[in-house]
């Protein structure tokens, strides 16, 4: 049987007695243990009456068996859909109907919930507690630890993730075996990962960061991860003695940086710190070097491509920007018509490659918009890319300003924000203004035990920025909303002050 997905990523490691799991209370879980625990799923899968290119839906804690339906439904050939543990029931309802899954995972608390739902739309409906027990845990046990893999081809569908649907329905992004194996493949060799590392691994396995970066990297190079149930910065404390890489989020590096007993000396035997999902200060980066020697390594990737950029493992990481492409992805700079831009100039991030998705499910026509027919795909990300060819992304497309007719790019606004007097963080948003249409108002939040004085700000930024470009008005918070992944939540703030001008 030829299933490329499985057969690198798991199959590769069957019968290892290798560490693959190292748990927080100790316990180790082999590479043979993992894929014998994922076989006896596989039979359960199929045993529900699943077949290949069906849908299983997973709301479940992160956990070993967790992990293991990712691994079970890749030697089925059943596309997994991983949901969000914070969804609502009423969007697991449209993940559901959309999806078309047959078959859907939850915790034991939703059970009763989304009984009702489940039964409208069809699925069957099992439960998977984080502790490993439920019904669906019943239904493996007993089975034999040894699944006849089926086949598949590269080009066929592997998993479903759901866009966050900040501007309209959530999109289910088609990922094949090939867009996840050949992303996988060129990571662990730009990032030099070997059988000798150990990963921490604090991030959720809902999402491309922590599931098909983290996971497949670590599987592909044959090593461990210390594999935590979420972000825990004492554990991160206690266990970085025994690792050699982290891959996290910005919040991991400014929680490490305040406590005092994150050292020079303990990151010593550590390699390689990168951090992706949302953007690092310029702050964080100098602050961290000076800590501990170490550069982050900052990505750029997303839900439809994966991983598109990475800065080098060897030579300038530069803080601010988001690296090189990776090798066998193109990217572009575009204008709104899909003129490629000189370098320098600001424009949509467009890439093509193996690792960029099929399209969207059951979306045709939003397919169409953001996948043009040449393979290109307009990420919906405002970039420029340097001489050098490295990239900085300046903000999202949706987030682009247009005041009186000037174009305003909000990172540009939020860097000087952030380097005034008492600023921790900030976000430039756009609000209707009923004289240039829309606005600039900065959100800020202030350092520990500062007060910002916001005069003294507007003022400071008169010899920085011109005049169209400077906020109508900053606001302090005690924070940014954020979503799982640490992005913030521009759409949250620009409901919650779209009327301030009327």
Sequence with gaps: MINPLYDRLFGANAGAQTPFLILPDGQVITHDAFLRMAARMAHAITGAGLVPGDRLAAQIAKSPQALAVYAACA???????????????????????????????????????????????????????????????????GQ????????????????????????????????????????????????????????????????THGLFVATNVCLIAGCAMRFYPGFDVNALIRDMPQATALM???????????????????????????SGSAPLLAETHVSFEARTGHRILERYGMTETNMNTSNPYDGDRRAGTVGLPLPGVELKITDANGVELPRGEIGQIEVRGPNVFKGYWQMPEKTAEELRADGFFITGDLGVQDADGYVTIVGR????????????????????????????????IGVPHPDFGETPVGVLVARPGMVVDTDAVLAGLGAVLARYKQPRALVVVDALPRNTMGKVQKNVLRERFARMFG
């Design 397 to 428: 497309n949706k987030d682009l300003i247009i005041s009186g007719g000037f174009n305003i790019y909000p990172k540009e606004l939020e860097l000087a924000l952030d380097e005034a007097t008492g600023v921790l963080e900030s976000a430039v």
């Design 248 to 274: 996290g989020v910005p919040t991991f590096y400014t929680r490490l940086l305040d406590d005092p007993r994150f050292t020079r000396d303990l990151t010593e035997g550590m390699r390689l710190f990168i």
């Design 144 to 207: 034999p630890d040894i699944f006849a893999t089926v086949s598949r081809s590269a080009d066929d569908l592997a998993a479903f993730l759901y866009t966050s649907g900040t501007t309209g329905r959530s999109k289910g992004a088609m990922l094949t075996q090939g867009n996840l194996l050949s992303n996988a493949e060129v990571l662990t060799t730009h990032w030099r990962f070997t059988r000798d590392d150990v990963l921490l691994h604090q991030l959720p396995i809902f999402h």
């Design 75 to 141: 030697q089925t050939g059943v596309i997994f859909l991983p949901l969000n543990t914070a969804y609502t029931g009423a969007e697991i309802a449209y993940f559901i109907e959309n999806s078309g899954a047959k078959l859907v995972l939850c915790d034991a608390t939703r059970h009763t919930d989304l009984t009702p739902i489940a039964g409208r739309l069809g699925a069957r409906l099992e439960v998977l507690n984080g502790d490993g027990t439920g019904s669906f845990a019943d239904m493996a046990a």
